[in-house]
């Protein structure tokens, strides 16, 4: 090997070791296997900027064996990026250090995306690299014409998401995503032949995938196959065969060596191995100055980008068309002019065909599902393998890839995501929604069939507790509106929503309007708002959201005959209500001495706003096969039971 780059790889090795010994927690083992790819990686191949990690035609890294976060801190650090100092390094896993335990998004920081849960960076990776060939298609070559690398080791392969994203990828023909496969056949608990015996290389070949086998210490056989794929014609991996803990003379290649400190001893035996003479965190200015010149040459690159880009800027403004406010407005009229009942997600398909027309950033898609999931509306037009001028995915039965791409998506670029599922499903998204969140990224899930209103298909495909669970979920806004115009509304609320992700629950079943009147407001912006009232003198109120909004609104008139009066509440979203200043909670909900909500599900989420004199009226059980009317009736989700129960409440 080299001792040139001998130096610039130990110098990955020992930050990273000496980084986790400090913190005294972490995951030396994989930074220093995978040193020297990365070195070969970083050197030849990536082009990047750190003084300017937002430039957008950058080849993307992304680590997606996030618990090897220090190989991705000495990178950026090595290379020059502002965002990591040898200061955040020695406060690696300490609080607001951004090198945190696992690699957290950070805009403008060189950390593309979260990771950390196995095989997520995959699917983003994926995202990344469906968004450059969009992106390339609108704009052109010049403009965008980069790599996707992405990190995954044998835990990554492991897992599910990664089996439905690289299939999809290899369908897609997605010639610049390059997996680098930490190929060190070990894990957590022992040697992988434990749990796995899979055949890597028919496993990649039958997904589409071109499989390259090298020794991932061996230089010159790294960088050979970089080189090979920088012009293939789908995506590729680079299984590198690699120790883990390279270097350690009692670790190196066992799982000791994963996930905790080596030891003051064992760092002392590693730095005579490595012959690394130099004190923790000291990297030699020779070592360092050549890294940076390698993180130096990035701004060649883009200089030369930006002459050419700053020439088409304005065409390019022409070329991405991103104006929802007509579409929201022109829909929000046609829903007064056609008063019909109608299922929700009949008229998200309704609002998606206006949004379409006018914008060409919205790339909508469903997990098989198009045509339940009123996804798909008469503009759009499908990605195909190795032609991406649509604007529509076909994910195929994989949802949760497709939530990992769309995260990949919406990181990437400007673009917006969107994509469908049935709402039962989420528990097939729910890792990849959380990190939506986390991340802060704007990807909208249409998540239709959204209660026991689904009928027949049974309790299998009714959603219960999924709705409570989701509201949980922080920074995440989960919206069920409750006809045509709330939905026009939660749409446009999630399309502004930029640094929250929004799940839109929807129904199967017909909703009558409960909106009759035109207004430029948006009432569900406030999350909750009054709908209806029997009196100006009220004694109840009544919460409820989407497909029981209507009937609260039942409920509410046949109490009136009996001289109860009450007020209904729409609840389109409780994440934005819960936002609200006291007052208007205040007005909302403490009005009357009773309050009681109505939810065809869970309800847990609902308690906080009834307090305890209320009542909630919800299913805290399976659901059950029937024709719909008939389970709402089984469980007593009729006006007569719920006026009976409200009536004794009351009485009482
Ligand atoms: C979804 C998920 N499950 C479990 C874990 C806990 N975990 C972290 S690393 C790891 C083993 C990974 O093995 P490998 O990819 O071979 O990494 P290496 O040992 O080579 O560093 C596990 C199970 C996790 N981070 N994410």
């Not at 191949?45 to 750190?50: A, D, G, Q, R």
């Not at 937002?54 to 618990?67: E, P, Y």
């Not at 899930?445 to 409570?468: F, K, N, R």
Request: proline share 4%; aromatic share 8%.
């Amino acid at each position: 090997m080299n001792k040139q780059h001998k130096d610039l790889s130990n110098a990955i090795r020992f930050l990273s070791i000496d980084a986790v010994e400090k913190a005294s927690s972490g995951h030396p083992g994989m930074p220093m296997g995978m040193a020297d790819v990365a070195t070969i990686l970083f050197k030849h191949f990536l082009k990047f900027n750190p003084q300017n990690p937002s430039w957008l035609n950058r080849d993307r890294f992304v680590l997606s064996a996030g618990h090897g976060s220090m190989l991705l801190y000495s990178l950026l650090y090595l290379t020059g990026y502002k965002s990591i100092s040898l200061t955040s390094i020695k406060k690696f896993r300490q609080l607001n250090s951004i090198c945190a335990g696992h690699p957290e998004y950070h805009p403008n920081s060189g950390i593309e995306t979260t990771t950390g849960p196995l095989g997520q960076g995959i699917s983003n990776a994926v995202g990344f690299a469906i968004a450059e060939e969009i992106l390339k298609k609108k704009l052109g070559k010049k403009i965008i014409n980069h790599k996707t690398y992405v990190l995954a080791g044998d835990g990554c392969l492991m897992e599910g998401i990664s089996h439905e994203a690289l299939s999809l990828a290899g369908h897609l023909k997605l010639k610049n995503l390059i997996m680098l496969f930490d190929n060190n056949s070990i894990s957590i608990d022992g040697p992988t032949n434990l749990a796995v015996s899979d055949n890597f290389k028919k496993r990649f070949e039958s997904y589409g995938w071109n499989y390259i086998f090298i020794d991932g210490h061996n230089e010159k056989e790294i960088f050979k196959a970089l080189k090979k794929v920088q012009n293939a014609k789908k995506p590729s991996v680079i299984s590198c065969k690699t120790i883990i803990g390279y270097g350690s003379p009692n670790k190196s290649g066992k799982a000791s060596s994963h996930g905790s400190p080596l030891g003051f001893d064992e760092i002392e035996l590693i730095r005579k191995k490595l012959k690394w003479n130099h004190k923790p965190f000291q990297i030699p200015s020779n070592i360092l100055n050549h890294w940076r010149k390698i993180g130096n040459k990035g701004s060649k690159f883009e200089d030369n980008w930006n002459r050419f880009y700053k020439s088409k800027r304005n065409k390019i403004k022409k070329i991405i068309k991103n104006n929802f406010s007509i579409a929201i407005k022109s829909e929000k009229k046609n829903a007064i002019k056609e008063i019909k009942s109608l299922a929700s997600r009949k008229s998200s398909e309704l609002i998606l065909n206006a949004l379409t027309k006018y914008n060409n950033t919205l790339i909508g898609g469903s997990a098989d599902l198009a045509g339940s999931n009123n996804t798909k509306t008469k503009y759009h037009k499908i990605i195909k393998p190795a032609n991406f001028s649509g604007n529509y995915i076909h994910y195929g039965v994989r949802e949760h890839a497709m939530c990992g791409i769309m995260n990949g998506l919406s990181l990437h670029s400007k673009i917006i995501p969107y994509g469908g599922t049935f709402l039962i499903f989420s528990d097939y998204c729910k890792p990849a929604i959380r990190l939506s969140a986390l991340m802060k990224q704007k990807v909208i899930y249409v998540m239709t069939h959204d209660s026991i209103g689904l009928g027949e298909d049974g309790p299998t495909h009714q959603p219960i507790e999924q709705l409570s669970g989701l509201r949980s979920i922080p920074n995440l806004n989960v919206f069920r509106p409750a006809d045509r115009m709330e939905t026009i509304e939660c749409w446009q609320l999630a399309l502004e929503s930029s640094k929250t992700p929004s799940i839109l629950a929807l129904t199967r079943q017909n909703l009558n309007p409960i909106r009759k009147k035109y207004t430029d407001l948006n009432k569900c912006s406030l999350g909750a708002y009054e709908v209806s009232r029997t009196k100006d003198k009220i004694n109840l109120t009544i919460l409820a959201s989407g497909s029981e909004v209507n009937l609260a609104i039942d409920v509410s008139h046949k109490l009136a005959k009996n001289k109860i009066y009450s007020k209904v509440i729409s609840v389109p979203c409780q994440d934005i209500f819960d936002q609200q200043p006291k007052a208007y909670k205040k007005k909302i909900l403490e009005e009357t001495k009773f309050n009681v909500s109505i939810e065809a599900a869970s309800t847990n989420c609902w308690k906080k706003y009834v307090g305890k004199k209320g009542l909630t009226f919800g299913i805290d059980d399976f659901g059950k096969s029937a024709p719909y009317k008939e389970i709402y009736k089984y469980f007593g989700l009729t006006a007569e039971n719920i006026s009976k129960k409200i009536k004794n409440l009351i009485k009482n």
